[in-house]
C-alpha cells in the first residue's frame, strides 16, 4: 500500500513538473531600436495554455545606447535612452482561438546609465563603441538624408502603436503545441516624436514549443511583419520584414526557472547601408519566479549579437498575472 502510495506521490510530481514546464513562456521582448519604433515587430508570447481563461502582463523595458554613423550621404546620431511600459491581455475565444491586444507606453531620455554600462562593457572586454565621444546623459536621435531629417533632442512620454493579435492552436499535446498568429498594429503613437509610424502594419507568424525533457523545453516564433511605412524617417518601408527567436529555458522547480533567448529580425528599411536601421539579433538572459499568488515576476538582460545594429544593453522586467 505505501509503495503505490509512493508510486502515485512521484507520478503526481512529475504530471506537475511537466505541467509547469509548459509555462516557460519566452520573454515579451522586441527591438527597442527608437527609429524603428513604430514598426510591428510581434512578441513572442504563446498562446494560453487550454485550462487556463485569461492573462494579463506588465513588461518594462530599459534600453540604452550610444551610435554614431555616417554612410553614402546618411548620418546618423543615437544617443539616449528608451523606457518602455507595456500593457497586453490575452483572452480565450472558444478551444483552440485566442485573442490578444497591447499598448506600450514610451519616454525618451538622456543616457542616465552611460558610466554604468561603459564601465560594464569594460570590465567584460567587451567593445565601447562611440561612448567615449560622447557627453553622459545626452538625448539626442538625429537621421539625415538629402536635405531630409529627423531630430530629437527633448525628452517625451507619449503613447505607441497599439496591437491587436489573434491565434488558433493548431496542435496541442503533451509534449508540444504549434499556434498560427495573425496581427495587425493601429497608429496610436506620434510620428514625430519616434512613438509611431503612422499607419497599419500587419504581421503573420507561427509560434511553438517542445518539452525536451523533464525541466527543458524549447520556444520557437517564426514569421513576418509588412510595414505601412517607416515614417517619420525619410525612408522606404521593405515589403517584409522576417523575424524569429527561439528560447531555451529550464525549469528548475514549478516556482523557478532560467531562459536563454534569441531574438532576431531582417532589415525595416529599404536603400540604406547603415548597420543601425539594418537587421538584428539580440541575445537574452534571464529567469522568472513565481509567487504563490499566482503572479510571476521576470527579469532578464539583453546584448546585441551584431554590435551597432541595436541598443547596446536592454533591462527587462515583467510581471504576469494568469488564472
Known sequence: MKRRDSLLCALALSALAAGQAAQADPFALRDQNPLIHGVYLPLGRPALPADRSARQDLTLTFSNTTNIDRNRGEELLVDGETTELRWSAAWPLGERWQLQASIPMVHYEGGHLDSMIDDWHRL?????????????????????LAGSSVDVTEGHTGL???AIEVAYTML?????????????????????ALLGNGSV????????????AEHWQLDATL?????GSVEPLPLAAPGAIPFGSVALSWEGAPAYGLTLQIDAHGSCVEDSDLDFLGSAALLTVGGHFLFASGWRFELAVTEDLRPGASPDIVFYFALRHQR
Open 201 to 212: 502594419d500587419a504581421a503573420i507568424w507561427l509560434s511553438g514549443a517542445r518539452q525536451l
Open 172 to 192: 496541442a499535446t503533451d509534449q508540444s503545441t504549434l499556434n498560427l498568429w495573425v496581427g495587425m498594429e493601429f497608429p496610436i503613437g506620434e510620428r514625430s
Open 160 to 162: 505607441g502603436d497599439a
Open 223 to 227: 514569421g513576418i511583419t509588412r510595414p
Open 124 to 144: 567584460l572586454g567587451l567593445p565601447r563603441g562611440d561612448r567615449p565621444a560622447r557627453p553622459e546623459n545626452r538625448l539626442d536621435f538625429y537621421y539625415g
